[in-house]
């Protein structure tokens, strides 16, 4: 925290940096005008004049990141070089020098030891040549009395701008704790919504989908009217379309990511990893596909993954997706031997091909001479 009020006060408009640079410029311009009463030779007053303003330089453009001890370093060589330019001065205004190194040492940071040490030197830095000067204790005690005035109003003023940032950082943490307590009602509320439309309005419509093509069916068995079949088709692809859509609001309102071909291959390595060989090829220049055809791609190649490991465990595995005309996908497991007997098909196998169907696609899925092969056909 004393880093952040530091660098807010050190980055602040220009008039905190004028301010600051001050003691330099009131350094030298009385070290150069300096009348005849000095109790030190000139070369060591501009010695110590150099010493102030490099330190005060130091401490105005030290780094937060740089370690404390420089900065203690910084402090003491201001305090002490000018204490001794108000010894050897004692007619000039010098004597701000240790009140701005008692001032400067506690108020930007918490004072720790180096920092009292500092404010221990400016003390006896600003009494002392008071006293040789005046032969006066009350005018020394005068310049301690002074000196604990200011760094007490500087301790409190940083401690006020410190809890004044930490009640805006406590304040602006509990906004963004309401902000995320709105967020995760929303999400909750979307995801009660997805679910909804998910198990009534999705199921729906498939089974009315399904409906649709057996009655086309039917109809065409029966040899009914031209008219009358092309209806039932339209509805049916209405059906489909609408089923679509609620899929891909389903998908919006719960933020899904429509997977793309590195989601593909990085389910056929997650199968190598767990069960054995798996390789994944592409075959043709890949392209952008519609979502649902990407999602139909995954979740069926997420199926056959699936069914492998339950019927043919540890069997190589080999997916391809093929771009062309069409997209193909294909999934073909080669356990070394032709099954005993076709699995019955299950939910897995059959919403695979519904899915297949809805985007006018196909699915053939059946034993081969080494195993088991899935082809999903849709159009892309």
């Given at each position: 925290?004393?880093?952040t009020?530091?660098?807010?006060?050190?980055?602040?408009?220009?008039?905190?940096?004028?301010?600051r640079?001050?003691?330099?410029?009131?350094?030298?311009?009385?070290?150069?005008?300096?009348?005849?009463?000095?109790?030190?030779?000139?070369?060591?007053?501009?010695?110590?004049?150099?010493?102030?303003?490099?330190?005060?330089?130091?401490?105005?453009?030290?780094?937060?990141?740089?370690?404390?001890?420089?900065r203690?370093?910084?402090?003491?060589?201001?305090?002490?070089?000018?204490?001794?330019?108000?010894?050897?001065?004692?007619?000039?205004?010098?004597?701000?020098?240790?009140?701005?190194?008692?001032?400067?040492?506690?108020?930007?940071?918490?004072?720790?030891?180096?920092?009292?040490?500092?404010?221990?030197?400016?003390?006896?830095?600003?009494?002392?040549?008071?006293?040789?000067?005046?032969?006066?204790?009350?005018?020394?005690?005068?310049?301690?009395?002074?000196?604990?005035?200011?760094?007490?109003?500087?301790?409190?003023?940083?401690?006020?701008?410190?809890?004044?940032?930490?009640?805006?950082?406590?304040?602006?943490?509990?906004?963004?704790?309401?902000?995320?307590?709105?967020?995760?009602?929303?999400?909750?509320?979307?995801?009660?919504?997805?679910?909804?439309?998910?198990?009534?309005?999705?199921?729906?419509?498939?089974?009315?989908?399904?409906?649709?093509?057996?009655?086309?069916?039917?109809?065409?068995?029966?040899?009914?009217?031209?008219?009358?079949?092309?209806?039932?088709?339209?509805a049916?692809?209405?059906a489909?379309?609408?089923?679509?859509?609620?899929?891909?609001?389903?998908?919006?309102?719960?933020?899904?990511?429509?997977?793309?071909?590195?989601?593909?291959?990085?389910?056929?390595?997650?199968?190598?990893?767990?069960?054995?060989?798996?390789?994944?090829?592409?075959?043709?220049?890949?392209?952008?596909?519609?979502?649902?055809?990407?999602?139909?791609?995954?979740?069926?190649?997420?199926?056959?993954?699936?069914?492998?490991?339950?019927?043919?465990?540890?069997?190589?595995?080999?997916?391809?997706?093929?771009?062309?005309?069409?997209?193909?996908?294909?999934?073909?497991?080669?356990?070394g031997?032709?099954?005993?007997?076709?699995?019955p098909?299950?939910?897995?196998?059959?919403?695979m091909r519904?899915?297949?169907?809805?985007?006018?696609?196909?699915?053939?899925?059946?034993?081969?001479?080494?195993?088991?092969?899935?082809?999903?056909?849709?159009?892309?």
């Amino acid at each position: 925290m004393e880093l952040t009020l530091q660098d807010r006060v050190r980055r602040s408009a220009g008039p905190g940096m004028v301010l600051r640079a001050l003691p330099s410029v009131l350094v030298v311009f009385t070290v150069v005008t300096a009348d005849d009463v000095r109790r030190l030779p000139f070369p060591v007053l501009i010695a110590l004049a150099a010493i102030v303003v490099v330190s005060n330089g130091w401490l105005l453009f030290l780094q937060d990141g740089e370690p404390i001890g420089r900065r203690a370093i910084a402090l003491l060589a201001f305090a002490i070089a000018g204490s001794l330019l108000w010894f050897g001065l004692p007619s000039s205004a010098l004597i701000a020098l240790p009140y701005w190194a008692a001032r400067m040492a506690v108020r930007y940071h918490r004072a720790g030891p180096a920092e009292w040490v500092v404010v221990g030197i400016a003390t006896l830095g600003a009494s002392l040549p008071l006293y040789l000067s005046t032969d006066s204790l009350g005018v020394a005690f005068g310049a301690v009395f002074g000196m604990a005035a200011l760094v007490l109003a500087s301790t409190n003023r940083r401690n006020r701008e410190v809890q004044l940032e930490e009640r805006e950082v406590s304040l602006a943490r509990k906004q963004t704790a309401l902000e995320e307590h709105g967020r995760a009602a929303a999400l909750a509320e979307r995801a009660r919504i997805a679910r909804d439309v998910h198990d009534v309005l999705a199921h729906s419509l498939a089974g009315l989908s399904l409906n649709l093509q057996g009655a086309r069916l039917m109809l065409v068995r029966d040899g009914a009217s031209a008219e009358a079949i092309e209806q039932v088709t339209r509805a049916q692809g209405l059906a489909a379309e609408g089923l679509a859509e609620a899929r891909r609001a389903v998908a919006a309102l719960r933020e899904d990511a429509v997977p793309d071909e590195r989601a593909l291959a990085d389910l056929v390595t997650a199968y190598r990893l767990d069960s054995g060989t798996a390789d994944f090829e592409i075959v043709g220049t890949p392209r952008e596909l519609p979502a649902e055809v990407m999602t139909a791609l995954y979740r069926t190649l997420q199926e056959a993954l699936a069914n492998t490991r339950k019927h043919a465990v540890g069997a190589p595995v080999v997916a391809t997706v093929e771009y062309g005309e069409d997209v193909r996908l294909t999934v073909q497991d080669r356990p070394g031997r032709r099954p005993d007997r076709a699995a019955p098909g299950g939910y897995g196998l059959v919403g695979m091909r519904e899915r297949a169907e809805l985007l006018g696609g196909s699915l053939v899925a059946g034993p081969t001479a080494e195993g088991w092969r899935v082809e999903l056909k849709v159009p892309g």
